[in-house]
């Protein structure tokens, strides 16, 4: 089993739409959890991190954490075409300073 | 600078090959990473510096692989007697303090080992 586990589409949604990207992960005692966007060919970039149960909203982005469940998502409303790109997951290890990040999820925002 | 610089963009090395890659990060922050991704995957962590501290290096794949920072500023990842599994892009993220939550990545150096 992958620490950090997230689906790797395509997703293909139409512009305008809420956008659901999930994520797994297997280290039951993981407390920060983050997600990034990567644009092809492109260094990621950290669009939300989130440390306690419930939702986190930032502008059109919503990240929701259920530890329990060992699940964090991320929402993106009212979705645009530049809303494509792969979607990383990233989970901290521990007391350590590294981030296990998911193969990523490909969004693709139809117009 | 204003953000993490990564030299060179591109590199082609021959099989055998040593190279040198250079991050220099963000000014003031404490925490260098040094991660690994693979066409198609998620960055993989190879190493982590607090100042000039190699604090972590757990994640670098081989002995052919080494990194520093000695100055607390700049930073080498090298890698010696490359193999064509080594092919992949490098990316060097740093942050002021420890908390990985900050991370601001480079643009990264695409190695293809020939």
């Known amino acids: 089993q992958k620490e950090v586990e997230q689906n790797s589409g395509p997703l293909s949604v139409p512009e305008g739409a809420i956008a659901s990207l999930n994520c797994t992960y297997s280290?039951?005692?993981?407390?920060?959890f983050f997600w990034y966007r990567q644009y092809s060919g492109k260094s990621p970039e950290l669009i939300m991190s989130?440390?306690?149960?419930g939702d986190k909203e930032d502008g059109r982005f919503t990240a929701q954490l259920n530890k329990a469940s060992q699940y964090v998502s991320l929402l993106i409303r009212d979705s645009q075409p530049s809303d494509s790109a792969t979607y990383l997951c990233?989970?901290?290890?521990?007391?350590?300073?590294?981030?296990?990040f998911g193969t990523g999820t490909l969004l693709a925002v139809q117009p | 600078g204003a953000g993490v610089s990564q030299s060179p963009r591109y590199k082609v090395a021959k099989r055998g090959q040593d190279v040198a890659l250079r991050c220099d990060p963000i000014?003031?922050?404490?925490?260098l990473f040094w991660y690994q991704q693979a066409l198609g995957q998620g960055p993989e962590f190879l190493t982590y510096?607090?100042?000039?501290?190699?604090?972590?290096k757990s994640g670098l794949p081989s002995d052919r692989f080494f990194a520093e920072r000695p100055e607390g500023s700049v930073s080498t990842l090298k890698i010696q007697r490359t193999q064509q599994e080594d092919s992949a892009v490098y990316l060097c993220?740093?942050?002021?303090?420890?908390?990985?939550?900050?991370?601001?990545f480079g643009s990264g150096t695409r190695l293809t080992v020939v």
């Open positions: 990233a989970v901290r290890k521990g007391a350590t300073n590294k981030l296990i």
């Open positions: 000014s003031g922050h404490v925490s």
């Open positions: 510096f607090q100042n000039e501290a190699q604090l972590d």
């Open positions: 280290d039951r005692g993981s407390q920060s």
């Open positions: 993220a740093s942050s002021l303090g420890s908390d990985p939550g900050g991370y601001t």
């Open positions: 989130i440390y306690s149960n």
